[in-house]
């Protein structure tokens, strides 16, 4: 599932404090994890889409920086995040 403006507003309020702030690292990485277990799922059942497991990769990335940033600058706010995605580190 795509989400949708509510769906990326939910995961914003949940995890960025409010639906506006989107610039957030938690709801960023919260919104990079969304979407990368929907792709996760869509590669399972097409293996040879490799387009799409570029981007995955891709995404993989980013939500690496964003959670090094954290990890680096604020401990606290990283543990938290991994905590409640789930998250192994």
Do not use: C, P, W
């Not at 403006?5 to 957030?24: M, R, V």
């Not at 990079?32 to 277990?37: A, C, G, K, L, W």
């Amino acid at each position: 599932m795509i989400a949708t403006k509510e769906a990326k507003q939910e995961i914003f309020k949940t995890h960025g404090g409010s639906a506006t702030n989107t610039g957030s690292a938690e709801g960023q990485i919260a919104l990079f994890t969304q979407r990368i277990e929907h792709l996760t799922e869509h590669l399972k059942t097409n293996k040879k889409d490799h387009r799409t497991e570029g981007a995955l990769l891709d995404l993989v990335g980013k939500r690496k920086q964003l959670l090094s940033y954290l990890k680096n600058h604020e401990i606290e706010r990283y543990r938290a995040i991994i905590a409640k995605l789930g998250l192994r580190k």
